[in-house]
């Protein structure tokens, strides 16, 4: 087996409030190099998964101002204080809206400029963690770096399943890249928080996210900028704990630490990609055409 060291943000399929993924770099004696669906796979989820993540904190807070976390910086925040946030109907007990308006151009501190606007529906609950909570995301003339987002995505809190709170999460994307091709993203998934009795203090209080112990199920699936279909299938439950660090340096990167996801980029063979038993590292192996690689998630 021969170890590489591969970068975490190109190399992880999913996240939970973050989740993405891409096939590892291959030995010479390796005919098959393609990345470009797991790329586009990767770049689509993450921008679902910021739209979401925005739209949380809006509701909670009715600012972006402590949006993202940063890396190396005191107050750990990316500032997007050019967006403008609007609740209606602002009643837990009926359909509430909250519109981020990013006008023509706001330029966030984590360097991408977004223009439009993301309307969220709230139906049933006005937070993340409200059991019951449905939320629907839609980007209007939306846009992050010129690349163009429509489709929707909806998030179903489910309650506690087995003690722990979870959400059905489903998403019909389609990104208009800036290069002029289209890459489409869909995902049907069920996210746990595993470890909710510690995390989770009532409906009153936030998520102690710091702390989570989140896993992911499901699958993903589009058609990549090139024209190739793809499909993502977890195979193993995902796991991250939001308390690893393994890098002291970068205390904001939580690898998934257990689970296995496949990943099939069009007639192309499947890459196995093994995050391990669980250990607090960034260690992991891929698995194509039988042969076993050991990677390093940075």
């Known amino acids: 087996m021969k170890t590489q060291k591969i970068t975490f943000g190109l ?35 993450n921008a679902a998964n910021d739209m979401v993540s925005m739209g949380d904190q809006a509701a909670v807070g009715g600012t972006l101002s402590t949006y993202k976390l940063a890396e190396g910086s005191p ?3 990316y500032f997007t204080a050019c967006a403008t946030i609007s609740l209606y109907n602002a009643d837990s007990l009926n359909a509430d809206t909250v519109m981020v308006d990013f006008g023509t151009g706001c330029l966030g501190s984590d360097g991408r400029t977004r223009v439009g606007k993301i309307q969220y529906v709230y139906t049933g609950g006005r937070f993340y963690r409200d059991s019951g909570i449905v939320i629907t995301v ?29 959400w059905d999460i489903t998403a019909n994307l389609v990104i208009n890249k800036s290069d002029g091709t289209t890459v489409t993203w869909n995902c049907n998934r069920t996210k746990t928080l595993l470890n909710t009795s510690t995390t989770y203090n009532g409906p009153s209080v936030p998520i102690t996210w710091t702390q989570a112990r989140v896993g992911i199920v499901g699958s993903a699936w589009g058609v990549s900028s090139s024209g190739d279909a793809y499909n993502a299938n977890v195979t193993s439950q995902l796991i ?29 063979p499947t890459r196995h990609l093994d995050f391990g038993p669980g250990s607090c590292d960034f260690n992991a192996t891929v698995t194509i055409n039988g042969n076993v690689h050991n990677i390093t998630l940075r």
Do not use: L, W
């Not at 190399?11 to 669906?37: H, L, N, Q, W, Y």
């Not at 980007?139 to 489910?158: A, C, D, R």
């Open 138 to 166: 839609s980007p209007i003339g939306y846009s992050v770096e010129g690349n163009g987002i429509t489709g929707t995505k909806t998030i179903k809190n489910k309650g506690r399943i087995n003690g722990n709170m979870t």
């Open 240 to 268: 991250r704990d939001f308390s690893c660090t393994p890098d002291a340096t970068r205390p904001h990167r939580h690898p998934f630490i257990q689970g296995s996801v496949d990943f099939t980029p069009g007639s192309k």
């Open 11 to 45: 190399v992880t399929i999913i996240m939970a409030g973050s989740i993405m993924f891409t096939s590892c770099k291959k030995p010479k004696r390796e005919t098959d190099t393609d990345t470009g669906s797991a790329a586009d796979h990767s770049y689509a989820e």
């Open 75 to 77: 107050s750990n925040t």
